[in-house]
């Protein structure tokens, strides 16, 4: 079975622009989650989709949103993006809620 | 709000030793807790999960133990390798039950040949 593929792998972006980024689950995953991994605040809950349903949200603010499709691919994105946005952006795929989570290797965001 | 403890220094052993990582929770009784293992540049990959049920749990060379009483987990590693080395990090669910998973900062671990 493919594991979770997320694209791109490195982005270089400027502030005051958006990014999306794209996150293909583990067949038969329903539930995406996101994540933020900085040095400082370690892995951040972002939100958790299931069934193109978003569940729960973290504390981040409205700049950053999500979508899952029927198919169970989700994306992310940030718009008007600041310097501290950057950040290895994480995506795990899991069977149903409360099952082990299955990490893709992240997109690395740098903002300039 | 719940708050995960793992030792921020690193853990330097030699190789063939036993590792012990710990992770020291509050403020609530999560219904399991989990570990898992991250390599630079790489997303976390899960190893265990440990229900409030267990006392202990293994798989090859891995052992945790999940104590209630003391809102603490133990991970081991026994007879280590360099190819051990990585950051381990504990996640408990969100006390609401929403789902969400939880981390702690992670302890990296260095296996000295």
């Known amino acids: 079975k493919a594991g979770v593929t997320q694209t791109p792998r490195y982005l270089i972006k400027t502030r005051g622009q958006q990014v999306t980024l794209s996150c293909s689950p583990i067949?038969?995953?329903?539930?995406v989650s996101w994540y933020q991994q900085t040095p400082g605040q370690g892995l951040q809950f972002l939100f958790e989709?299931?069934?193109?349903?978003?569940?729960n949200k973290g504390n981040f603010p409205g700049r950053f949103s999500g979508r899952q499709f029927s198919n169970s691919r989700s994306e992310m994105n940030v718009s008007t993006l600041e310097l501290g946005d950057s950040a290895l952006y994480l995506c795990?795929?899991?069977?149903?809620?409360?099952?082990?989570?299955?990490f893709g290797n992240g997109t690395r965001l740098t903002v300039t | 709000s719940q708050k995960i403890e793992q030792n921020s220094e690193a853990l330097n052993i030699q190789e063939g030793k036993t590792a012990t990582l710990t992770c020291n929770y509050t403020?609530?009784?999560?219904?399991?807790l989990q570990w898992y293992r991250q390599d630079p540049g790489r997303g976390p990959v899960f190893l265990l999960l440990?229900?409030?049920?267990?006392k202990e749990k293994r798989k090859e060379r891995l052992k945790v133990t999940f104590d209630t009483t003391l809102k603490q987990s133990l991970f081991h590693i026994t007879a280590s390798q360099p190819a051990d080395s990585a950051t381990y990090l504990c996640?408990?669910?969100?006390?609401?039950?929403?789902?969400?998973?939880?981390f702690g900062q992670g302890t990296t671990l260095q296996v000295k040949p």
């Open positions: 795990a795929s899991s069977i149903t809620y409360n099952s082990p989570l299955h």
């Open positions: 067949s038969g995953h329903r539930s």
């Open positions: 989709y299931f069934s193109e349903t978003q569940r």
């Open positions: 403020n609530y009784s999560p219904a399991y």
């Open positions: 440990i229900r409030e049920n267990e």
């Open positions: 996640a408990l669910p969100d006390p609401g039950n929403t789902g969400k998973l939880i």
